[in-house]
Nanobody, 117 residues
Framework: QVQLVESGGGLVQAGGSLRLSCAAS????????MAWFRQAPGKERAFVAE????????DYTDSVKGRFTISRDNAKNTMYLQMNSLKPEDTAVYYC??????????WGQGTQVTVSS
């Protein structure tokens, strides 16, 4: 049974940094692509970043390029999202997900990130 647990969210001032973690279990973590998504109040869940199973290829939504860095440690079954230069518009619940079959699925419970201006 796939289980994803996000952590590391919190309240931070604009310009600050946070590091999110996603601990995975119940499947072969090192064989699956992983991603971060976020959902702001009143908006749909949106793609933030993804990392291929080997960790050698990443992709980001335009609004976070140059500020966020996605990484993974396959030995620890954990994925990370380093978020720098945070902006109020980054405020959202952040979710991690694993690629299964034809899309991302098996969402975690999410971690709240709030950026104050």
């Amino acid at each position: 049974q796939v289980q994803l647990v996000e952590s590391g969210g919190g309240l931070v001032q604009a310009g600050g940094s946070l590091r999110l973690s996603c601990a995975a279990s119940g499947y072969n973590f090192s064989s699956n692509d992983m991603a971060w998504f976020r959902q702001a109040p009143g908006k749909e869940r949106a793609f933030v970043a993804e990392i291929k199973w080997r960790g050698n290829s990443t992709d980001y939504t335009d609004s976070v390029k140059g500020r966020f860095t996605i990484s993974r440690d396959n030995a620890k079954n954990t994925m990370y999202l380093q978020m720098n230069s945070l902006k109020p518009e980054d405020t959202a619940v952040y979710y991690c997900a694993v690629w299964i079959g034809s899309g991302y699925a098996s969402w975690g419970q999410g971690t709240q990130v709030t950026v104050s201006s």
